[in-house]
């Protein structure tokens, strides 16, 4: 039974555990959102690290529009775990990847903790099944991922470990949501979770090319900016590829897209598209288009485009090469 | 030597084969840059579809910004090939993907015109080198391949095939130019090109992560919009990962990111991190980074994003899920 949990809309102080890029860059996001924060670092010289990112963050914040009475000050500094955990309604762990680590702070935020007070951590690379091992109650540690920088960027995955109890992915789900994040409960653990899966496939494709010197890092860039990157800031994959199915939408771009063709095309081979494997795409996307047409589909992508490409044209020259 | 190619700046009638969803595309594309336009598809029922296509795009088209004299009446359909061609300044392919069918293409197409007008293909399977073996004056013939769609995505991937003389290939990057595209000129001739090889490799780990159910098509897409697709629009990998070594930038980066730690998070093993190869990626970032700061860079992705996302959360609810 949940004890000391406070609703999700009623949480008004925050740990963060970690002064660096992440933790920190959550503490200046919750700031924007009206909470009290606390900044748990064993390192003191931490602190002044922090601060540098929460001002740098802010600037950002503001342009997005801050919580009424959301303020800079209301950050507190410390290097006590126990001091840091003790009164928090909610705990975001942003501390080194190393599971002996984690395992141990762990085990010493829940010894200081009401009972189901709930611990989300940052963790990129673990999985929470293996951070709670050491738990006395391990049910309230769940997993929540951020993507960089924490302070903008909606997405955070959720899921939990072996030993996590259902209602606390719930809970964090909910109050990732009222904080203003985009929480995506995943259905299982998966070392990388999900985006990040993405990211290392694409990632370890470039540096086959570059060492095969197939394409400089320039040229790689260059192809992701002025190509495949705006739309996916409006569209993932799967609606994207069910629009260029047409009007057979995903189904006939799985089977029209010959693996054989497209094995090529990079170093990791294809599974083998399945009947079963074409079914769950092809559902997948029916639940992705909703009531809206192709043609509606297509429309509102180059709509976006257009916007995203009128704002490009003003920061280019800048941030593009 | 060069005869009858005008200069890139004095391109006046271009034609483009092919009249499906990338033919098209590029017809409205260079329609809006106020050229001379036809349209060549050997089924006559693709007129039809080509003004839909174009009608479509034109509404974007306009918001973008439409050259003086620019006009949608000014491009003209037909069905002979020997017509199509032998009065363009320029010949944009986008015929079907089979390289028997575009050998023959490139065949007829090359003694049906003055020698030099460079002929470019759109193809994202095929190598230049295959398609153009049968032709006459191969020396011409280069690869344009588009992205989608190609009248607003600014991306163009040019290289030459075996036979193609490099003069065709820096006309092509100018005329591009000229045309307002981003010409991305390719060292050398690899399957897929650059773009397609990356957005390969995340597809295929999609493909895997659906089929072993470890994300639905909804979770996958989720994790793009919300997460790493909006940066995609900013900068590409090497700047990101540059960024993310801190002051170290990509050198440490590499040697930080323990390669046996992300192989488990992809299917696709990455290749062995050499000291040679680090320094191909740190030379890269350096250039990539130019005289910025970290700093400013940081602060410069942050500004883009904040515009980014105020855009993406209009459109938001309608093209995201």
């Known amino acids: 039974m949940p004890m000391n949990r406070p609703a999700p809309q009623d949480v008004r102080s925050i740990t963060c555990i970690g002064g660096g890029v992440i933790g920190a860059g959550w503490a200046a996001g919750f700031l924007a959102k009206g909470y009290d924060v606390v900044v748990q670092d064993i390192n003191a010289e931490a602190e002044g690290q922090m601060r540098r990112i929460i001002d740098s963050a802010w600037i950002s914040l503001e342009v997005m529009g801050l919580a009424e009475g959301a303020s800079r000050d209301r950050v507190r500094f410390t290097t006590d775990l126990d001091d840091a955990v003790s009164n928090a309604d909610f705990v975001q762990e942003s501390g080194p990847e190393r599971v002996d680590i984690k395992q141990d702070m762990y085990a010493a935020m829940d010894a200081a903790m009401p009972n189901d007070v709930v611990i989300a951590s940052s963790t990129s690379g ?117 629009l260029a199915g047409g009007q057979g939408g995903m189904r006939h771009f799985l089977k029209h897209f010959d693996p054989s063709v497209s094995d090529d095309w990079t170093r990791l081979p294809s599974p083998p598209i399945t009947d079963e494997l074409v079914e769950k795409f092809a559902a997948g996307a029916v639940r992705l288009q909703g009531d809206r047409s192709v043609e509606e589909l297509q429309q509102l992508r180059d709509e976006a485009l257009v916007g995203f490409l009128q704002h490009f044209n003003k920061v280019n020259g800048k941030g593009a090469a």
């Open 126 to 242: 673990l999985l929470m099944s293996h951070i709670q091992a050491k738990s006395g109650n391990p049910s309230r540690m769940v997993l929540g991922h951020p993507f960089n920088p924490p302070y903008l960027m909606p997405l955070v995955e959720v899921v939990g470990g072996k030993q996590t109890d259902d209602s606390a992915v719930d809970w964090a789900c909910d109050f990732y949501r009222v904080a203003g994040k985009h929480a995506l409960k995943m259905d299982r653990e998966v070392l990388g979770h999900i985006a990040d899966r993405l990211q290392q496939a694409m990632w370890n494709e470039i540096v086959y090319m570059v060492d095969a010197d197939e394409a400089t890092p320039e040229q790689i860039d260059d192809s992701i900016i002025y190509g495949f990157g705006p739309r996916l800031a409006i569209m993932g994959y799967c609606l994207l590829f069910h």
